[in-house]
């Protein structure tokens, strides 16, 4: 397809229908979640099972105390579906690309940064939530004493971190427990990671497969206890009135937790891809960064964990 | 693969061409611009005289105002001068043949439209009782960005703003990786043209700044739908406390819009005063600077809040510190015209006219960064006039610069001189008017927001809403001057303007080719 020689290393792609793809799937994803949590068209007493009641009432009712059966979610699966359809197709292309050695080593290089700077990005994400739990938790008094004349009870605020409205201490998850087990489970796994790694630098196929399969099944088996932590959790909302998602505290701990479990999923579903492709024989002993870049995103959401642990879990209960 | 096309839907909807993006971005930041604009005039058409002529309710009137901000800045300045300007002549000017990750560099531009259509739809949707819509401002602060505005209308502008920032996020990876690994060879980092030394630093305010962002919004979304009390003072949150996350992201976001035009300026200058650009290094260096102390300011637009005094006077010193790199960048450009041969090209008058505005935006800016002072004027229209002075004059007229330096380059086509310098000074004489006077209004003690306003206030009001008839006019010159381009068809040659336009760029043909730099250039 080339007139004439073309005389860098550089990786000029093809047109692609991925990116595009994504803006639809995007928008209809966008459109999804609005009218899950939101909702676009409540419904009327005179015609509760009309098409735009079904499809645009808010979908989270159906979990609410009503618990009102819709389709509320219809466009959110379909946002999620769709994107994740895309992401396959477009990864898929850049395994091809990687395969036909168009991945030569200057564009290898702008892989790594490409890597660095995204984990770069998703660490002033966590600073956000880091942000918000450091900022009550330590400046929680000093802000109420700014304020005496716009807060109602100064005092009860002060202290409100680890209180909820009603003035009671809030009960929280014992971090000797489950959450133990989930930081053991993901050292572990930073283990196992590190051994497939360097089994596959060896060329050792069998011993990298095995290593990485058990790193996948530990990730697993995270996701697996942070859903009964989740599940327990949420039974005990609905018996505790000092539960802990009655005040600030818990709304920091369900979204910093929540979205550090979102990026362990996204991390075992990395691990299992780079898995998939060592067992069909991709990959080389010198060209492997999906396994690299894999193994740093691992290590970052291990990091995470660790100082979610610490922090959100160990030092706040010992307060 | 040298010149050869994809097909039009191939090669417009599927792009991984960094030139082809880059117009898109441009054509898509026309179109932002004039909805933008189209809001703004309908504001100063209210504003003419007291009373309420046009709008139905005063929540109309700020959920325009609104949408005015988020449109003007995500969808119309950001698009332009990052990716439209950056995505154009990074590569030719560092002599790369492309981006990094082409592909991804179409996602960010596909994610805009996305963002566009959500918060365009968000402005037909219930906000609150009182009508469709989100009222709250461009900087959304709670409660009235949660309980205040129940309907779903906000929901949009949080997915709107959620897949812009994404979109940014992938730009700025690709720059960054860009820059830094696509240089020519023998491109160091300090022979880096400024353009791609001022989108290098928006990229990387652009990539730590962002994400915060993205979770406040994630924050306001979960307390406005699922229960969580971030925001919520009765569950032991703080409504503040988004305040200082949409400012470490806000306060970046000022400098993301403007460096690019620093950099686009940079060019002009130096181009058309036929001498290298003074102090280059220093040029460079002054903008890293603005970019890492402007991570470090951002509560001075939070002084009324009820903030310590220290932390105010910190704040204050804090922001007083970005004029003394900002100062370099003008005692440059000065001094980068002092003793050259100056020709007073339509890019140039666009070009000093951004050096004198930006200065008296920048003035206005020293003011405000006084605690005392700013408690005075705080939300008024002082503080509008301020930040229209850098942005409407400063971050628009660089692009405006930029687009008449170089759209010979981008089309292939030159246009008509006339129309674009009409074009000129309708736009400057339009914004001062209607700008200017509202330092006065300001002064006065004029809220921000407001649909309707005591009969002191008339005078300047309608001098500024003349100012608006006249910028009107501006505009229109612009779009007939792009449409008489392309129709006229005038070649452009290579290097149209001549002696003093030495960047990469111009050694490529007008437009360039497909794919340019099959043979990487060599600097000496």
New interface residues.
Partial sequence: MSDHAIEHDYHLVEPSPWPFLSGVAALVWGLGMVVFFAGLHPRSAENPNGMMEFFFSRGMDMYGADKVSNGGWFFLILGLLLAAGVMIGWWRDVIKEGDSGDHTPVVQIGLRYGMIMFLMQEVMFFVAWFWMFFEFGLFHEVRASWNPDVLESAAAYADGFGVNAGGHAITTINAWDLPLINTLILLLSGTTLTWAHHAFVKNDRKSATFALGLTVMLGLAFIYVQAVEYIEAYGHRMTETNWLDSNIYGSTFFLATGFHGFHVIIGVIFLFVMWLRMMRGGMTQERHFGLEAAAWYWHFVDVIWLFLFVFVYIVFALN | ????K?KFF??W????NHKDIGTLYLGFAIISGLLGGYLSFLMRLELMEPGIQYFSNPHDFAMFASMHGLIMIFFLVMPAVIGGFGNWFVPLMIG???M????????S???L??AL??SVISMF?PGTTSGNGFAGGWVMYPPLATSGHPG?AF??VI??L??AGFSS?FG???F???I???RAPGMTIHKMPLMAWSVLVTSWLL??????L???L??L??D???G???FD??????P??FQ??FWFFGHPEVYIMILPAFGIISHIVSTFSRKPIFGYLGMAYAMVAIGVVGFVVWAHHMYTV???VDLKAYFLAATLIIAIPTGIKIFSWLATMWGGSIRMTIPMMWAQAFIFLFVIGGVTGVYLANAGLDTAVHDTYYVVAHFHYVLSMGAVFGIFAGFTYWFGKMSGYLYNKWLAAAHFWFFFIGVNLVFFPQHFLGMQGMPRRIVDYPDEFAYWNYVSSIGAIVTLVGVAFFLIWLVEAFIVKRKAPDNYWGEGANTLEWTLSSPPPF?Q????PKIK
Avoid: K, Q
């Fill in positions: 693969m040298s010149d050869h994809p191939t090669r909807l599927f792009s991984t790369a043949p492309d990094a990750f082409p592909r991804m560099n179409n996602l531009f596909w994610l439209p996305v259509i959500c949707v779903p929901d949009f997915i709107g959620l897949a996020i700025a990876i690709n960054i990786t860009t830094f690994n696509m990539l730590l700044s962002l994400p915060v993205a979770a406040a994630i924050m979304f979960t406005r739908t699922v969580t009390g971030f003072p009765a569950m032991g949150g703080d503040l406390m200082h996350l009820g903030m310590d794919h730099y099959e043979v990487l």
